[in-house]
């Protein structure tokens, strides 16, 4: 059965710190990789999608990575700004590039 | 675009109750999904679609029925509430690998 574990559950971080969240899957047999943002009382908006044939893939700030045969995926932020601040879940696509199994998400906070 | 419709957004059952949970989407997916998100669990497959007509179960479908009688609409019916169920739920509809999620349904039984 796949499990996807986040590291950390929390961070805090100052303004314009870069940063990077962790991802971990136990299966390495993924169809894709998904990052979420969450902000509280919403739902799941996607911000990039690997697939398993594919090492990372980048929007503006955002940079995902990964790394099928250690299983994990990592995001990375650049110059984080306060509207960044958000639960970031990661999810991967198991028996069926639809069917996502989740991670329990990392909340991050950027200080102004 | 209206993407993925839930409704209501903020529900309070009486155990025992039974209620139906409404998602639409207007973006003519195949593949929907009801999933529950509780403190702690993050996020759990309860339900799927794969087209009108068919549907399967994830990993926590007890006491939760569902039915996919036309591409848009995939409802999640409560047949008997249990202070269990109080969650957030999320309907999803996905084309190939990319997700699109409704508001959720922040949904209490006492």
């Known amino acids: 059965k796949q499990e996807v574990t986040q590291i950390p559950a929390a961070l805090s971080v100052p303004e314009g710190e870069n940063l990077v969240l962790n991802c971990s899957f136990t299966d390495s047999a993924i169809y894709n990789l998904q990052w979420f943002r969450q902000d509280p009382g919403k739902g799941l908006t996607s911000l990039l999608l690997i697939q398993s044939s594919q090492r990372e893939q980048t929007s503006g700030r955002l940079n995902a990575s990964l790394d099928k045969s250690s299983g994990r995926s990592t995001l990375y932020i650049a110059a984080s700004q306060p509207g960044d601040s958000a639960t970031y879940l990661c999810a991967a696509g198991a028996g069926g590039s639809e069917k996502l199994v989740f991670g329990k998400g990392t909340k991050l906070t950027v200080n102004p | 675009n209206a993407g993925v419709t839930q409704t209501p957004k903020f529900q309070v059952l009486k155990t025992g109750q039974s209620m139906t949970l409404q998602c639409a989407q207007d973006?003519?997916?195949?593949?929907m999904s009801w999933y529950r998100q509780d403190p702690g669990m993050g996020l759990r497959l309860i339900h799927y679609s794969v087209g009108a007509g068919i549907t399967d179960q994830g990993e926590v479908p007890n006491g939760y029925n569902v039915s996919r009688s036309t591409t848009e609409d995939f409802p999640l019916r409560l047949l008997s509430a249990a202070p269990s169920q109080t969650s957030v739920y999320f309907c999803?509809?996905?084309?190939?690998?990319?997700?699109?999620f409704g508001q959720g349904t922040r949904l209490t039984v006492v």
């Open positions: 973006m003519n997916h195949e593949y």
């Open positions: 999803a509809s996905s084309l190939g690998p990319k997700a699109f």
